[in-house]
């Protein structure tokens, strides 16, 4: 009888679920408050970033004597506290200018997620819309008008607006750096306000798509920010640990490791402040009452099997045809294989699902881009007489790329190809 499960095994896994809750219940709480080991949290110190936060407070100080700060270029690798710094001073200065009566306005902007020329205009217009009664729509008009609405706004008043933006790279390298050349001249064409401009890069090579012009007025100043050593991170960890976790639930051991394999990572501390939340929901869903050095190492491995998930999900079209070429390979037990393996193997699958095939010079390129991303591992290798060729290695489980392809319409059908069958259909 269908559904039909004896009361016996019904008790049984009454009682399981029950010792799931229970446990979960008397086990001692790890956390004391978990969004403090967020990214969007900003804590109220900043240790190691004291030379960063001077220099900016000097650059921007200028405006409480009512001059026009210069505009700054910020750089440093991801995690080096740059968006956080930059809140930091901004928030402070806006909160003496209030006190002293100078009008001065902030404008964060990230272009990661605003990215188009357009959007981050009409950003700046409608952070006014308030006092202007103007509010730009999300699309629509012509950008010359969203640029001649944004001078009006902006000169409605005598004060001082800084434009943040942050993930400035992003917006470059996807429209063109005109917005940045119109944006830094701006100020010739106002009568009351007065603009300066805050750009922030993860990429310091994004300098090289900029107009000389454009960079010379954008990087009046600049200001650096290098990666943190392990002891540093170590500093901003056990700070914001204090009010993350319950007293006595980290090992001593615990920290330090995080800060070295963030370190390890160019010094970022965004990766810390992740190791050390991951370890402690590892450690709180297992009922452990301690966070110890090997949930450190769980959270590590968790970290990157979610980013390579991250990274495969995010790939080309032809990248991820190519990939299950070698996931089928693999599960043919024909790894490792060579170029020319991999190609016949690649074109079967285009034409499966009706997509022309690169030719076999593109596709070892694409081979390289996934072993330089460390998905698969391309060893060359020499033959001899023959020369030399590639070995190529999977370095993910099939199973990973399976359930990540399966959520993707285009490729889905991929996974029901029988290699074997569909090679003798050729
Ligand atoms: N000196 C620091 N003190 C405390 N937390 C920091 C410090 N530097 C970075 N962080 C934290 O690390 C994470 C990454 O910093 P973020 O400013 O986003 O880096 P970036 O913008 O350079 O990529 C954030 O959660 C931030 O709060
Ligand atoms: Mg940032």
């Known amino acids: 009888m269908v559904g039909c499960i004896s009361s016996g095994a019904v008790w049984a896994m009454a009682d399981y679920i029950n010792s799931i809750f229970e446990r979960y219940l008397h086990a001692k709480k790890i956390f004391k408050n978990k969004?403090?080991?967020?990214?969007?949290?900003?804590?109220k110190e900043l240790p190691h970033r004291k030379e960063q936060i001077e220099e900016l407070a000097h650059i921007l100080v200028p405006v409480l004597r009512g001059e026009t700060p210069s505009n700054v270029f910020v750089y440093g690798k991801t995690g080096t506290g740059k968006t956080v710094t930059i809140k930091f001073v901004t928030e402070e200065l806006k909160r003496i200018s209030d006190k002293y009566n100078v009008p001065v306005e902030v404008i964060y902007i990230n272009c990661e997620i605003v990215d188009t020329?357009?959007?981050?205009?009409?950003?700046?217009?409608?952070?006014?819309?308030?006092?202007?009664g103007v509010e730009v729509p999300l699309v629509g008009w012509p950008t010359d008008e969203v640029y001649?609405?944004?001078?009006?706004?902006?000169?409605?008043?005598?004060?001082?607006?800084?434009?943040?933006?942050?993930?400035?790279?992003?917006?470059?390298?996807?429209?063109?750096d005109d917005i940045l050349y119109s944006l830094t001249r701006i100020n010739t064409e106002l009568k009351r306000a007065k603009v300066s401009i805050i750009g922030i890069s993860n990429d310091l090579k994004f300098k090289e798509y900029l107009d000389a012009r454009v960079l010379s007025s954008l990087s009046e100043e600049e200001v650096v920010f290098p990666p943190y050593d392990a002891t540093q991170l170590k500093d901003i960890l056990l700070q914001r640990a204090e009010n993350a976790f319950n007293e006595g639930v980290l090992d001593d051991a615990v920290v330090p490791l995080c800060a070295a394999l963030a370190a390890r990572e160019h010094g970022d501390a965004r990766r810390a402040l992740d190791l050390l939340r991951v370890a402690g929901e590892i450690a709180e869903r297992e009922g452990a009452g301690k966070v110890t050095e090997r949930h450190v190492w769980l959270a590590?491995?968790?970290i990157e099997q979610d980013t390579m998930e991250e990274v495969i999900k995010t790939l080309p079209l032809h990248s991820k045809v190519l990939l299950y070429s070698i996931v089928l390979l693999d599960e043919n037990g024909e790894l490792p294989a060579n170029t020319g393996d991999v190609y016949s193997v690649y074109t079967t699958l285009c034409e499966y699902i009706d997509l022309d095939s690169l030719t076999q010079r593109r596709v070892s390129d694409l081979i390289n881009e996934l072993d330089m991303l460390g998905i698969i591992n391309a060893k060359v290798v020499s033959k001899g007489r023959y020369g030399r060729t590639k070995e190529i290695r999977l370095n993910v489980t099939p199973h990973k790329v399976k359930k990540i392809f399966g959520q993707d319409d285009q490729l889905r059908p991929l996974l029901t190809v029988n290699l074997s069958r569909q090679r003798r259909l050729i």
């Open 35 to 43: 969004e403090v080991l967020r990214h969007s949290y900003t804590p």
């Open 148 to 176: 001649a609405k944004l001078k009006d706004v902006i000169d409605a008043e005598e004060r001082f607006v800084i434009i943040v933006l942050d993930e400035i790279d992003k917006l470059i390298k996807k429209s063109g």
């Open 117 to 132: 020329q357009y959007r981050v205009l009409a950003n700046i217009v409608n952070h006014f819309k308030n006092e202007s």
């Open 300 to 302: 590590q491995e968790k």
